[in-house]
């Protein structure tokens, strides 16, 4: 017994289908020990009938044509000529170890390691955004709250001295002795005082 799973199958460009649903995807079952024996066609809807242009000898060169698949890309393909019509297609696809190495990649690459390597991308962000992110809310905060102390103070009526402040002492410019200007006599010009050069008019010395 042998059965090909056709996924698509042409003679001479021209496509062989189920005579009643015209699916293009089949089995071809052939059996016995005489190559010229037709083959009986069963598609996917459970119709079956004997496919006359195509016998068990037939079959067998198919299964010697096609290409095989070694990755999960590739499709097995044949192509053989039978009286001078070139029939040609492509098998359904067995499963090789290339399409379970893909599968087993695909669902860990998609379910386990993608969203692992994700999560762990979010807590890198998070570890650098939090400190800034905190900075900026404890700056705003200072800002708030001393505008809020601000505005408490001026409707409290401002800031009341405090009795034990004391003043921190000042040293009078040497130059001017702390009087910020000197006196001049001069009948060109109505100023007749000038400012310190060397305290700036400020009286006072570090």
Known sequence: MLTLKIQQMTIDGHPILCPECASEAFTLDGAGWIDALPVRGNCWQSHSWEEPLITLGTLKRINEASTGRERAEDDDTFEIVIGGAVLAGTLHPDVTLDDLKEAWKRVYWGRLLKPAIRKQKNKAKRAVTRPIKRAARNSV??????????????????????????????????????????????????????????????????
């Open 141 to 206: 905060a200072a800002a708030k709250a001393g505008a809020l102390e601000a505005a408490w103070t001026a409707q409290a009526g401002g800031y009341e001295t405090d009795p034990d402040y004391t003043p921190e002492p000042i040293n009078p410019c040497p130059a001017c002795e702390g009087k910020r200007s000197f006196a001049i006599e001069t009948r060109l010009h109505d100023t007749t005082k000038v400012p310190c050069l060397v305290c700036s008019g400020t009286g006072e010395i570090d």
